[in-house]
């Protein structure tokens, strides 16, 4: 038997004349998966290892499920490796990104109508969940405080919202203590109604929430009427409740194709909005926006003061440490298109959108559920009596490369499956042609698929059909 050592040494003589990376050693051997090995390995050959397994993930430019951005100029991803090692929450050492965070949130508080104030409270966040947490998290302190300056009971918060939410906000009520009341969707019915909320709110009700851009079919729910109802309750009740509106894809993408729609801080209940920069902020993954209507919504109980910065910049934040980088390429974005430049993107994915939209509605396969109509989200559902599934299709082009999810709804609304397609900004008009066709021939690919049949034997049996 040769002994580990001598094994070790030939190795490495091996690998002295290796002619390639690829000849060394670890390309012949397993690699250390679940225990760490004592030994490491040259950094060419580790990274080779790694790189060359990534390589079964699925191709980001090809990935229509996602809405996060898969595309940044070269500029950006410079500032984004140059700023990989700073630790955003290190606000004395690095008080430029702290400045930074500063004037985004105001930029974007002005993007999102609030009223003009010296200086806006909000945070940079991972991404619009943990931007939910903390907004939330706000309304269920103020409610608090208000029940106690009352004398109220303080022990059973609710907080109400549709079926149509994401998971992030079932969460929040979760890990917060907070009962969630939820109106239900039906087939047909994807997004909430005023009624709906009348009937579930009462003092207790920490907040509405109101999605602008649902993940399930990118429709919305219609905050303005909420607005208007909760307006109404306040004056007659007394009950002052909050809305946070929930743009994660919305809040970047209305601002510049609707500017005079009324579903941010025009509206006096809207009192947070939650973004994602990830989305359509155009940001690599990383990166999301919580920003309050005034320094009153944002409780002092839950605020972290950073005052060796003046004091002008309250922050808080669920996790601590942090990289500042996809921060750093927000403000990128911003200072770089600039509104115009934010509308041209935006109008071009729309457009893009909306033309794979009536493409899909006249091939006369399928039911449109959403055609881009706010967001740059597509659903359609197979037509009554269709040979094959949502999920057949997604499979199917999945052999090109295309990632499209197919999935059911949420509760009541679960008999429906349906197909998702999210554009962004590096789908262009060519990409939706080439998806279109691939899209047409996966379906009559499976148009001609007959159901699988076990070979029958000689004497009439079936025989198993293992290969
Ligand atoms: C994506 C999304 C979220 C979650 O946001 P992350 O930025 O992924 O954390 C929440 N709400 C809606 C409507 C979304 O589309």
Redesign the pocket.
Known sequence: MVSEKADLKKGKKMDVVAPSTYSTRYFGEDVPKYVMSEEGMPAKAAYQLIHDELNLDGNPSLNLAS??TTWMEPEARQLIMENLNKNFIDHDEYPQSAEIEKRVVNMLARLFNAPEAKSFVGANT???????MLGLLAHKWTWKNRQKSRGRPTNKPNIVMGGD?????DKFARYFDVEPRIIPLKPGKYTIDVKDVEKLIDENTICVGA?????FTGGIDPIEKINNLLVKVKKKKGWDIPIHV?????AFILPFTNPKMKWDFRLPHVKSI?A?G??FGLTY?GC?WVVFRDTKDMPDDIVFKVNYLGGEMPTFTLNFSRGSAMLIAQYYNLLRLGKKGYRRIIKTIMGNAQYLARKLSACGRFNMVSSAEYIPVITVQMKKGAKFSVFDISAKLRERGWIVPAYTLPPNAESVAILRIVVKENFSRDMVELFYNDLMNACKALDKQKPMKAPVTKKGKKKDNIC
């Open positions: 809405f996060n991972v991404g619009s969940s943990e931007a939910i939410v994401h998971t992030v906000w999605i602008f851009g649902t993940t929930d743009g994660a894809s919305g939650n994602s990830h989305k993954p999301g």
